[in-house]
């Protein structure tokens, strides 16, 4: 007969570890099921003569465990999509009746090396060790966000957590929607600009040069926009003697030390408040920044209400990742009006971030009680408004970059022309 060593789940999803004597690996399954647990592992204890091999045996084991404690490193999010997965995934297997270490300790293996299985494999143990499921999360804010670690708690506290997962990932697969929205609206756009861009500076680099050289043969007497186009193409090839860096190369750096200035700004909180101010404020894409920053806030306060948190805290998160400073600022006053015993639709619109339609809604839904309904709904009917705004800006910036473009290809070809036609002039009266 045999020593088996297990590790097996009890009937409340505590994990267990000890030994049994059975005579093979299936009866010593049979004998810990026969106890009430649920096996996850079950080895045969082999006996080593050495020392050495005793180290290499169960102190292997347990050596690799520890590699195994903290999920390594890992820099970076976790991706949306792979949270969101998770979540309906989680939500399914809490709705099937599996216990929840079990059910963590499923999507960790089946997770992809990175942030979020190293997070699940943090998590595992934290909920071993006897955590709660927000306590663990909450240690890992990679992966999960305040958002997410107090609608968790708000199912564990109502004993509804497999509704709460089902609601949040909800909640996330309409939050990416709308963004993929507005992402693939952009694509085409920035595409053709990038092209046109690469094309005029091309023609700039190897077409200008040759047509200046066939002026300076003839002796022709440039006009003042050929002139202008010339030094230009001397610019952006870098052949000007004092020149130390060619045109080129900045008009590839500028979009990304632009990008880098903008994200420096914006960490500290002056410059994001007076950006995320600006942005609102834009007369073609501040309408649609509003739009989509009232979607967010209304769909994540509906859905944290909803969960059963408390209004004061939902109405905190909500400020928090609402991810512009404008909004954040109303619902801090919101928040304040609320603590004071004051209405919700007051200061709402006294700050003037949202139509008149959304604060009468809100207004309703505190008289009716019915707020996080009235919240879902404002939501639901915002991304629709999107979705249309998006659709109309495409259609608007398409005519604009045909004129733009036309207009900067036909400066050049007229640049280019009046030189010539002086040319051709001058050959018929030599001629003649």
Known sequence: MATFTYEALNASGK???????????????ARIKSQGLYPTEVREQKV????????????????????????????????AKQLTTFTRQLSTLQDAGLPLLRSLQILEQQAKPGVLKNSLLSVCEEVEGGSSLSEAMSKNPKAFNLLYVKMVNA????????????????????????KRR????????????VIAL?????????????????????????????????????WVAGTNPTQQVPGWIVILASPVLAI?????????????AATDMMIVNLPIFGPLVKKSSIARFTRTLGTLISAGVPIL?????????????????????????????ESFAGPLRESKTCDAIVVNMIDVGEETGEMDIMLMKIADNYDEEVDVAVQSLTR???????????????????AMFLPLVKMIESLQGGGV
Do not use: C
């Open 260 to 272: 880098i200035f903008w994200k420096l700004i914006r960490k500290a909180g002056p410059g994001k």
């Open 182 to 193: 507005i992402k693939g609206a952009m694509v085409y756009p920035v595409v053709v600009i």
């Open 396 to 414: 608007l910036i398409e005519p604009l970059m045909v004129v733009v473009l036309g207009g900067m290809i036909g400066t050049i070809v007229v």
């Open 313 to 341: 805290e939902a109405i905190t998160i909500t400020g928090e990742t609402s991810g512009n400073y404008v909004y954040e600022k109303a619902l801090r006053r919101v928040h304040d009006s609320i603590r004071e015993g």
């Open 155 to 178: 199912g564990e506290i109502g004993g509804v957590l497999d509704i709460i997962l089902q609601r949040l990932a909800d909640f996330m697969e309409k939050s990416q929607r709308l």
């Open 15 to 29: 994990s267990q570890k000890g030994t049994i004597d059975a005579g093979d690996h299936q009866e010593a399954v």
């Open 48 to 79: 080593k003569k050495s020392g050495a091999g005793k180290e290499g045996g169960i102190g292997a084991s347990s050596s690799s465990k520890k590699k195994k404690k903290g999920g390594g490193f890992s820099i970076g999010k976790v991706n």
């Open 198 to 234: 690469a094309i005029l500076t091309a023609i700039m680099v190897f077409i200008i040069p040759k047509f200046e050289k066939i002026f300076e043969e003839f002796g022709v007497t440039l006009p003042g926009l050929t002139r202008w186009l010339i030094t230009t193409s001397r």
